[in-house]
């Protein structure tokens, strides 16, 4: 198995109500980001990771090339 594709997706969550957690609270929006890997065999993982934006589509994006030639 190897690795064909990574792609990180920013999505925004609206919220009602203020989300309350250890750290603080959340205002207005929750902000994730979805990772997919993509393998040859056609499995698809998902993980999140908080925040995101444009950095982090670009920091994922980045990673393309190290787990293409890793997995060749």
């Known amino acids: ?5 990574i ?3 920013t ?4 919220l009602e109500a203020p989300l309350r957690h250890a750290n603080g609270c ?3 929006r929750f902000v ?4 997919e890997i993509e393998t040859n065999d056609g ?3 998902l993980g999140e990771m908080g925040g995101g934006g444009e950095s982090a ?3 994922f994006a ?4 190290i787990s293409w030639a890793t997995t060749r």
């Open 7 to 9: 792609r990180a997706t």
């Open 32 to 35: 994730r980001t979805i990772i």
């Open 57 to 59: 589509q670009l920091a």
């Open 62 to 65: 980045s990673l393309r090339p």
């Open 43 to 45: 499995l698809i993982g």
């Open 26 to 28: 959340h205002w207005g």
């Open 1 to 5: 198995m190897k690795i064909t594709d």
């Open 11 to 14: 999505v925004t969550v609206p």
